[in-house]
């Protein structure tokens, strides 16, 4: 459903999102490296992942965020939204490490070190995080002073949003809350579930709108305004992740439902129950509609973004 002030139909945003995620796919594929440049398994095994189906929410946030604040500076921000799906796609590599969530299928496929092994699927991670902040740094390639002023406050975005501050942080909490860092355990409330998230899988997902924002010239109110949508939207995104690991179809998922549970995870649906959570993601979609109408760019895609989050069914 589509917000009621929003004059984006659901056949626009479905047009932008097959765009926007075909001309991602088209750049992805010209800015990894090949050979002669890299060995050829290490371009492989990035281009098995980073090819394999996923939903490119993040780059869709960069380049609905730009066109928000304007269209014709859309184009500035793929690069951007490209280099953060490569930082998504090396978190969720190591993400499925036997060393942390060893987990067996991504994307409906099995996961990369499955098919590479251990070694190759840690260096194809640590090559694609490398990768993304040598492209913010190149690209757009500009003799315009206000847009390398830009350009670097995008990298210090993202590095703040990928780092010990954001998602590597929140990887290391959900460690210890897995007992999985020997000898520093920690149970978590529901306060410290949610600050977990905003780490692990929110700082991605706000920086990612945030850096399309600025990519774009807003001002900070508008830049204020996005980051606080995409703050709920993360949650939103978080909470509705936790509801499709209980009742989500594991084909459509394309990853094993049900791990959370099998491992106790702290997830809302294990702390507020089924109902509750899906209120609470309502809540999230709310707050972020709310955002955007407050900084008056209710007529951007944005809205449907969101929507298009909490009904997900994969
Ligand atoms: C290894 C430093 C490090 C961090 C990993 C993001 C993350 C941190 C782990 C992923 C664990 C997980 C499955 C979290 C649930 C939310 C989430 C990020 C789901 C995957 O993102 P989607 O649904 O994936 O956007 P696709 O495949 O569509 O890109």
């Not at 490398?130 to 315009?144: I, M």
């Amino acid at each position: 459903m589509l917000n009621a002030v929003d004059v984006v139909t659901a056949d626009t945003l479905a047009a932008f999102l097959e765009r926007a995620r075909a001309q991602v796919d088209e750049q992805l594929e010209r800015y990894l490296p090949s050979p002669p440049a890299c060995p050829a398994i290490i371009a492989e095994a990035m281009r098995y992942s980073v090819f394999a189906g996923g939903k490119r929410l993040r780059p869709m946030l960069t380049l609905a965020a730009a066109a928000a604040v304007d269209e014709s500076h859309r184009d500035r921000a793929l690069p951007v939204a490209c280099a953060i799906e490569l930082i998504h796609t090396y978190s969720l590599i190591h993400d499925d490490l036997p060393a942390m969530d060893d987990d067996t299928l991504r994307r409906g496929r099995p996961t990369l070190h499955v098919v590479y092994g251990d070694g190759i699927a840690i260096l194809a991670g640590d090559g694609l995080h490398a990768e993304a902040f040598t492209l913010l740094a190149r690209e757009p390639v500009s003799d315009d002073a206000g847009v390398n002023r830009r350009k670097l406050r995008v990298i210090r975005t993202v590095g703040d949003a990928a780092g010990a501050a954001g998602m590597v942080g929140g990887q290391a909490i959900d460690l210890q809350a897995a007992g999985q860092a020997p000898g520093h355990a920690v149970t978590l409330d529901a306060d410290a579930v949610r600050h977990m998230h905003a780490l692990k899988t929110g700082a991605l997902i706000r920086a990612s709108a945030v850096s399309g924002a600025i990519m774009a010239g807003a001002d900070e109110t508008t830049i204020a305004a996005i980051d606080a949508y995409a703050g709920d939207v993360g949650l939103a995104f978080q909470i509705v992740d936790d509801i499709l690991d209980v009742e989500g179809d594991p084909a459509s998922l394309g990853k094993t439902a049900g791990k959370d549970a099998a491992s106790a995870k702290p997830t809302y649906p294990a702390l507020f129950g089924l109902d509750r959570s899906r209120t609470l993601a309502a809540d999230c979609l709310r707050r972020a509609h709310a955002a955007l109408e407050t900084a008056g760019i209710t007529k951007s895609l944005l809205g449907g973004i969101a929507d298009w989050v909490v009904a997900r069914k994969s």
